[in-house]
């Protein structure tokens, strides 16, 4: 069983940054694939980004490449979101999600626990 809380969400200005943190409890953290979602309101949720258990590989979302960085601490286990160059349509609620498939999906059912979410707003 691994229980999920994000933290670092807010209000920040079109252009801005924000680092997303995700704290897992368990002894397992590390066998995990991490991955990050989001879900503007009215809409499903989405992929962002998602980091193996190794933290050797990484993939993103287009709509995210080259502007969010995820990465992964396993002696602290915590999994990151740097968001940088942050746009009005990046604004949803933020959500840290396990796999314990090891790999990593973009699809919401290959993750096995999930966070409460944290809500980030970016204002034009």
């Known amino acids: 069983q691994v229980q999920l809380a994000e933290s670092g969400g807010g209000l920040v200005q079109a252009g801005g940054s924000l680092r997303l943190s995700c704290l897992a409890s368990g002894r397992t953290f590390s066998s995990y694939a991490m991955a990050w979602f989001r879900q503007a309101p009215g809409k499903e949720r989405e992929f962002v980004a998602h980091i193996t258990w190794s933290g050797w590989n990484t993939y993103y979302a287009d709509s995210v490449k080259g502007r969010f960085t995820i990465s992964r601490d396993n002696a602290r286990n915590t999994v990151s979101l740097q968001m940088n160059s942050l746009k009005s349509e990046d604004t949803g609620v933020y959500y840290c999600?396990?796999?314990?498939?090891?790999?990593?999906?973009?699809?919401?059912?290959?993750?096995?626990?999930w966070g409460q979410g944290t809500q980030v707003t970016v204002s034009s």
């Open positions: 999600a396990a796999d314990r498939a090891r790999s990593g999906s973009i699809e919401t059912t290959a993750y096995d626990y």
